[in-house]
Nanobody, 125 residues
Framework: VQLQASGGGLVQAGGSLRLSCATS????????VGWFRQAPGKEREFVAFTTWSGGSTSYSDSVKGRFAISRDNAKNTVYLQMNSLKPEDTADYYC???????????????????WGQGTLVTVSS
């Protein structure tokens, strides 16, 4: 499975961006896709995940109510709509995919089998 993240950029505080994660290869093996982010000097942190069926989604407390994860199964793509952006949302954003058929693992980076490259989001104040 290959993942390609895109959509990052520079935006003012209060603005919006939509990130895309295009998947290819053995996508039938994917159970869930998640987004993580890593700011300079900080550890990678969980942002959101969705099961490929869309039956389950979850968000970190820091983005709940502002970000929305969705998927387009026909395009094998998962999106992260980010609204009301804050300077503290500035980070490299990574998408990842996992095969384990259990929601319990997907808040942790160790729960994922495949990772894409990052896309940089910069929010100016």
């Amino acid at each position: 499975v290959q993942l390609q993240a895109s959509g990052g950029g520079l935006v003012q505080a209060g603005g919006s961006l939509r990130l895309s994660c295009a998947t290819s290869g053995r996508t039938f093996s994917i159970y869930a896709v998640g987004w993580f982010r890593q700011a300079p000097g900080k550890e990678r942190e969980f942002v959101a995940f969705t099961t490929w069926s869309g039956g389950s989604t979850s968000y970190s407390d820091s983005v709940k109510g502002r970000f929305a994860i969705s998927r387009d199964n026909a395009k094998n793509t998962v999106y992260l709509q980010m609204n009301s952006l804050k300077p503290e949302d500035t980070a490299d954003y990574y998408c990842a995919a996992g095969r384990t058929n259990s929601d319990s693992y997907y808040h942790l980076s160790s729960g994922y089998d495949y990772w894409g490259q990052g896309t940089l989001v910069t929010v100016s104040s």
